[in-house]
């Protein structure tokens, strides 16, 4: 089946849960996903066959809280097993405010596409399997966590936070530019456009 809905929130100021392992949902623009919201815990399972497509899509969402602060929030979503799709038009953002939300998005099959991946502080990205499709922005304090063979990032990346390689087998296909830390330990990373360590980035291996 199909749902189509102007937003779609999972996990508002409360706890809410979403599997979804076939059919197709689609978000209208100009409307987002959000996956934990406001002082919510949201969780999303997409698999099989299924597919999301959304404007902007957030992992992890912090709201005023109405006295000049914000609520805090967290959002997971799991990608596995088939050929499960996400797609999103814009800019899918793994922990939205640092210090209040906390996401996490685990890609263990399927394909994720975005034209921009942002993790930020307080946000991880585990990737163990599938395919990154879209130009992937890590922030100062934010995670990229690899592991597990067939791993291709099909597009730019900044990295300014954390990437961990463990027993992985990972293919960059754009840029990578590394101003922060990239750890190989000990894991195969192949880098087929300009690879580029600047300012305080270090690679390191074992």
Known sequence: GTLWTFSLIVGNDGGGTMNQSGGGN???????????KGSGTGYYELSGTGSMVA??????????????????TK????????????TVV??????EKPGFSTGVYNLQAGVLEAATITVNEGGTLNYSGGSIKGDLTNNVKGKVNLSGSGLVVQGNVNNFGTFMATGAEVEFKGNFTNL??????????????DLQVLGQGYLAGE
């Not at 404007?55 to 805090?72: E, I, L, N």
């Not at 959002?75 to 996400?86: A, C, E, F, P, Y």
């Not at 922060?180 to 456009?193: A, E, L, T």
């Open 180 to 193: 922060g830390g990239y750890v190989n330990d000990p894991s195969v990373s192949k880098f087929y456009g």
């Open 75 to 86: 959002g997971t979503v799991t990608q596995k097993d088939g050929t499960s799709r996400l």
């Open 26 to 36: 689609m978000a209208g623009p100009p409307m987002s996903v959000w996956v934990g």
């Open 55 to 72: 404007q902007t899509f957030v992992v992890g969402a912090a709201t005023a809280d109405g006295s000049g602060g914000f609520k805090t």
């Open 90 to 95: 814009g800019d899918l953002a793994i922990s």
